[in-house]
């Protein structure tokens, strides 16, 4: 006697919790067994959607039924065991060895070329609704996108309030996440230990559980908490009308210890240049050791030119860049007349920067506006306009955002005086500061450090270039002043 197995189906864990699906699935199969006098020894539940590949337990069900004789199957319908072409070929494959399959909603005859046929059919009208739903089901998503909503669960630190509407921070778990991208950006914490940190701090998931390392790591790189979406498995980026939850400067910072252009700093061995140096030779950091009282910089790849050299020998460039970038005491005199000047005239100034940061942000707008057009003439391709209009997005978020905070709480004066005051102390602060406040010098200083045979060479950052080669006269300061206030804002 042949023993048949029976399939049902539901596309979600919630139907098949919540709904009737499957117990009117299998009501419909018992009947028209019953009426067929088969009998039913085994049943197959599955609840995932049919549109791909890969489900579980019919793929089980497929495998089980190639390697027995004298078995059949019963589904409820075409489109319950199948909502793609290759699924429905492996059934066909199945009939075509002889087995039975049955659908009891549909008053079909397999064994007959038409009968297959009217199958094949249904099969194609299941498989064409899956892709009318697909199209669809984007169209919406990108409907929402471009009006700045996102249309997916809210990501931790957020809270839903129902479709059409922007997410909002959440109270509890918004002020954990900012403490995250904080925590991670001061570079003391690897995101294993970061990890830990915040669990402590009372950091969970909806479930209750820690957020692991791999989870951190998806969040420190979403730019959906400066303000910006950005969909998974896709390179578009779309201002969002949400509240951001951390500034952009912050997410920047973020982003450059992750791709390691600022490292961990563990708390065994901070040497002071540890991964600040790289061998012109083979683009790798030097490393630091320390041998017979005194710390060596030297290439770990083999047959490298470069030399082991001494810490020392860094300690001298450093400070003679210092040296020039330090205000003497002859310039403290001419630098009180031109603060007391640039005092006078500071709203007029910070009207001037606002100008230029409005200018900036309309440029950067009409770059936008470009770009685009240049997509839709097809003068780019997909992946140029994916990238161009993403770097632009984050332009014009850290454009707009230096901008409301020279509308509100920034004060020009005291920040370029600020500014002043760090560069008056910043020799005494290099010899006397902790590994993390020298290094912290160091990287404000150096655009980078490279090192060929036993030649040390480095480039100043724009700024401290321009403030070495500054004339050191009334005038010279008068004409470095412009670049001291566009320096403190960008900050």
């Known amino acids: 006697m042949k023993s048949y197995y029976a399939y049902i189906r539901v596309s979600t864990t919630r139907q098949g919790e919540e709904g009737v699906s499957l117990q009117e699935q299998k009501r419909a199969i018992l009947e028209y067994a019953s009426r067929r006098g088969i009998t039913i020894t085994e049943w197959f539940e599955e609840q995932v959607s049919a549109a791909k590949r890969g489900r579980p337990v019919f793929t089980r069900l497929v495998s089980m039924l190639k390697s027995k004789k004298n078995v059949g199957l019963i589904i409820h319908k075409i489109d319950r065991g199948s909502r793609n072409l290759r699924d429905w070929a492996d ?7 002889g087995i039975e399959v049955h659908f009891a909603h549909e008053s079909i005859d397999l ?11 249904l099969a194609v009208v299941a498989s064409d609704y899956i892709r009318n739903l697909r199209e669809e089901t984007l169209k919406g998503i990108n409907g929402r996108l471009r009006q700045g909503l996102f249309p997916f669960s809210a990501p931790i630190g957020y809270a839903n309030h129902g479709g059409g509407k922007a997410k909002t921070i959440d109270p509890m778990r918004g002020a954990l996440i900012r403490q995250a991208f ?77 791709s390691g252009k600022r490292t961990y700093l563990k708390q065994q061995n901070r ?17 630091a050791e320390r041998q017979k009282g005194h710390v060596y910089y030297r290439c770990h790849r083999r047959f490298c030119p470069i030399t082991c050299i001494r810490e020392e020998r ?60 240049k997509f839709l003439d097809t ?52 010899c006397t500061g902790s590994p993390e406040q020298i290094r912290g010098i160091v990287e404000e200083m150096f655009q980078t450090i490279t090192t060929s045979g036993s030649t040390i060479h480095f480039d100043l950052t724009p700024f401290m270039h ?25 900050r």
Not at 91 to 97: A, Y
Not at 271 to 287: A, S, T
Not at 362 to 371: D, N
């Open 314 to 373: 860094f300690e001298d460039v450093v400070l003679d860049a210092l040296k020039k970038i330090n205000i003497s005491p002859e310039e403290e005199q001419i630098l009180k007349q031109v603060l007391q000047e640039f005092s006078r005239n500071r709203h007029e100034i910070a009207g001037t920067l606002r100008r230029e940061l409005e200018n900036e942000l309309a440029r950067v707008q009409e770059f936008i506006k470009t770009i685009l057009q």
């Open 379 to 430: 003068s780019i391709s997909k992946e140029t306009f994916d990238e161009g209009h993403t770097t632009l997005l984050m332009q014009r978020s850290t454009c707009a955002e230096r901008l409301a905070r020279l509308s509100t709480e920034y004060d020009v004066y005291q920040e370029a005086q600020d500014l002043i005051n760090s560069l008056r102390s910043v020799c005494e602060r290099y």
């Open 91 to 97: 059934l066909g494959e199945l009939m075509d060895r």
């Open 182 to 258: 904080e925590l991670y950006a001061s570079r003391e914490y690897s995101l294993r230990k970061l990890e830990n940190e915040l669990f402590s701090r009372g950091l969970r998931t909806r479930t209750g559980k820690k957020v692991d390392a791999g989870h951190l790591a998806l969040i420190l790189r979403n730019p959906f908490y400066m303000g910006l979406m950005r969909i998974r498995g896709r390179k578009e980026t779309f201002p969002g009308v949400h509240v951001p939850l951390i500034p952009a400067s912050l997410y920047n910072d973020v982003q450059l210890v992750l």
């Open 466 to 490: 321009q403030l070495a080669a500054r004339e050191k006269t009334i005038e010279g300061w008068q004409r470095l002043f412009p670049i001291i206030v566009k320096e403190t804002s960008s």
């Open 271 to 287: 040497f002071r240049f540890r991964l600040l140096i790289r061998c012109e030779h083979c683009k790798l950091y030097l490393y």
């Open 111 to 121: 064994l007959t070329r038409s009968g297959r046929l009217s199958a094949d059919i």
